[in-house]
T-cell receptor, first 116, second 114 residues
Framework: AQSVTQLGSHVSVSEGALVLLRCNYS??????LFWYVQYPNQGLQLLLK??????LVKGINGFEAEFKKSETSFHLTKPSAHMSDAAEYFC??????????????FGKGTLLTVNP | NAGVTQTPKFQVLKTGQSMTLQCAQD?????MSWYRQDPGMGLRLIHY???????DQGEVPNGYNVSRSTTEDFPLRLLSAAPSQTSVYFC?????????????FGPGTRLTVL
């Protein structure tokens, strides 16, 4: 069984400050890991994904995440927050290989607020 | 490509009523899934399909029914709606084979059951 824990249901930063959203996972097999963003009243958009290639993954809108196997973590960062980054962010895991890598398990989400 | 489309966008039902949430994709994707999103719960998998004629249960299947008669469509049926099914429902699809990693999500259907 796999699970995802997102630390902090709400993170507030100032515009221009570092964004750090935390995600820890558990999986019995090597995982695929994802970060999705959801803007108000919209669907989910993929920010970035880890699929066992480079451990530092760069995504859209200046976000990146680092896969750390020893810490079972996949934290999302952005050096400088912009007002347009305000949204809810979801970390998700699926199984690498096998037949189940189309089934995503999501964390509960982190709401990012950016203050002017 | 329209991607993944869902209808309706909003729906209000009374307890006991039935309805079907529609989902369609025009990307010839093999895999399709339904998730529900509830505040503080993230998204949870309801049912999924690995191809036409093949469906299986996810994490929270009770009260929902699905079928997949074509590659394009994957409707979700509520046979007797309950207030606990008030939620936002998302449909997703992904390619088959080694490229089936990324899922594409529809815009969602917001359902209220009174």
């Amino acid at each position: 069984a796999q699970s995802v824990t997102q630390l902090g249901s709400h993170v507030s930063v100032s515009e221009g400050a570092l964004v750090l959203l935390r995600c820890n996972y558990s999986s019995s097999v090597p995982p695929y890991l994802f970060w999705y963003v959801q803007y108000p009243n919209q669907g989910l958009q993929l920010l970035l994904k880890y699929t066992s290639a480079a451990t530092l993954v760069k995504g859209i809108n200046g976000f990146e995440a680092e896969f750390k196997k020893s810490e079972t973590s996949f934290h999302l960062t952005k050096p400088s927050a912009h007002m347009s980054d305000a949204a809810e962010y979801f970390c998700a895991v699926s199984e690498n290989g096998g037949g189940s890598n189309y089934k995503l398990t999501f964390g509960k989400g982190t709401l990012l607020t950016v203050n002017p | 490509n329209a991607g993944v489309t869902q209808t309706p966008k909003f729906q209000v039902l009374k307890t006991g009523q039935s309805m079907t949430l529609q989902c369609a994709q025009d990307m010839n994707h093999e895999y399709m899934s339904w998730y529900r999103q509830d505040p503080g719960m993230g998204l949870r998998l309801i049912h999924y399909s690995v191809g036409a004629g093949i469906t299986d249960q996810g994490e929270v299947p009770n009260g929902y029914n699905v079928s997949r008669s074509t590659t394009e469509d994957f409707p979700l049926r509520l046979l007797s709606a309950a207030p606990s099914q008030t939620s936002v429902y998302f449909c997703a699809s992904s390619e088959g084979g080694p490229r089936r990693i990324e899922q594409f999500f529809g815009p969602g259907t917001r359902l209220t059951v009174l």
